[in-house]
């Protein structure tokens, strides 16, 4: 059974940063391809960064250099460091796995931009 949980959400103010992590169980997570999705209220979930496997990166182009998604497969987990944050990054955060053509999604993770 995958399991994806969320950490490391809250209120920042513009220009601040945060480290959201996903701790994931149900999976080979070494090999694993893993992904961060946000939903800002009234529109899409969109995915914002990628991690393959073998540590290959992509990033949605409003994000780029700004978010970074790391792994560490000694504890099964994949964060997304966020810097220079702005309100336009206010959503919720979800980690995402696909195994075998279906979506894993965790509880996510309210991220707050405001001053």
């Known amino acids: 059974q995958v399991q994806l949980v969320e950490s490391g959400g809250g209120l920042v103010q513009p220009g601040g940063s945060l480290r959201l992590s996903c701790a994931a169980s149900?999976?080979?997570?070494?090999?694993?391809?893993m992904n961060w999705y946000r939903q800002a209220p009234g529109k899409q979930r969109e995915l914002v960064a990628t991690?393959?496997?073998?540590?290959?990166?992509n990033y949605a182009d409003s994000v780029k250099g700004r978010f970074t998604i790391s792994r560490d497969n000694a504890k099964n987990t994949v964060y997304l460091q966020i810097d220079s944050l702005k309100p336009e990054d206010t959503a919720v955060y979800y980690c995402?796995?696909?195994?075998?053509?279906?979506?894993?999604w965790g509880q996510g993770t309210q991220v707050t931009v405001s001053s």
């Open positions: 995402n796995h696909n195994k075998w053509g279906r979506d894993y």
């Open positions: 991690m393959t496997g073998a540590g290959s990166t």
């Open positions: 149900g999976i080979i997570f070494s090999i694993s391809a």
